[in-house]
């Protein structure tokens, strides 16, 4: 029997998605760190995203992973995103979600920005909570820091500086996993200024996989 392949929601409405959506075990929900689904069909994706590397680890355990990604998306609109995997993808048992990147990017005031991430995605967490099913979150990482001019990498850094560690409290609190990803990137694992090469997909899955493991076993 072939392993499991990765199903993308850019190809609802396909045959192959229809009859793979029932069979899916975790999805993977947030911004274009996660995917590109409304860019265009997946071999045309500018960057590598870690749902395709997570589902390469989780291959031996049987699982099938989602990509739900959206490039460009806000923390805003991730209840609703989730309220829709969460109906296509009903046999879902985990629900991983990274949001927060834009929102720091576009929002002036680090602390309102902060505060609204950690609001929506409480909002996320409870929905997948409230139909029995386990949420995991990551952090937000940093960026490609040598693309940047010296005044710009200090605000950014201390943008992730004041939210992650607010994020990690949430989590405890709430007995949310989180990955730790910021803490992995460096500039040399960045296709671009933001969104990560091969070897950072890599990284992110695999922190987000060692969360799997813990969790499950």
């Known amino acids: 029997m072939a392993p499991p392949s990765i199903i993308y929601t850019v190809d609802q409405g396909s045959i192959g998605f229809e009859y793979g959506r029932h069979q899916v075990s975790i999805v993977c929900a947030g911004d274009s760190l996660t ?3 409304n860019n265009r069909p997946h071999h045309f994706w500018p960057f590598p995203t870690y749902p395709d590397e997570l589902q390469r680890l989780c291959e031996p355990l049987g699982l099938r992973v989602a990509n739900g990604g959206i490039a460009g998306e806000v923390s805003k609109n991730g209840p609703k ?3 829709d995997y969460l109906k296509l993808f009903p046999n879902a048992r985990y629900f991983v979600m990274g949001m927060g990147t834009n929102d720091l990017a576009i929002v002036s005031d680090t602390a309102t920005a902060s505060r609204g991430i950690i609001d929506n995605l409480d909002q996320m967490v ?3 909570l409230d139909q029995g099913m386990q949420p ?3 952090n937000v990482p940093h960026v490609n820091e040598s693309v940047f001019p010296d005044h710009m990498v200090e605000t950014i850094r201390a943008k992730r500086e004041y939210h992650n560690p607010r994020l990690k409290a949430f989590c405890a609190e709430r007995g949310i996993p989180l990955a730790d ?3 992995l990137l ?3 694992h960045f296709a671009d200024s933001l969104h990560p090469n091969t070897e950072g997909a890599k990284l992110i899955a695999t922190a987000v996989y060692n969360v799997l493991k813990t969790i499950s076993s």
């Open 35 to 37: 995917g590109w689904n």
């Open 81 to 83: 995103q989730v309220q």
């Open 126 to 128: 409870q929905a997948v």
């Open 136 to 138: 995991i979150l990551f």
């Open 181 to 183: 990803v910021c803490s």
């Open 186 to 188: 460096k500039d040399n």
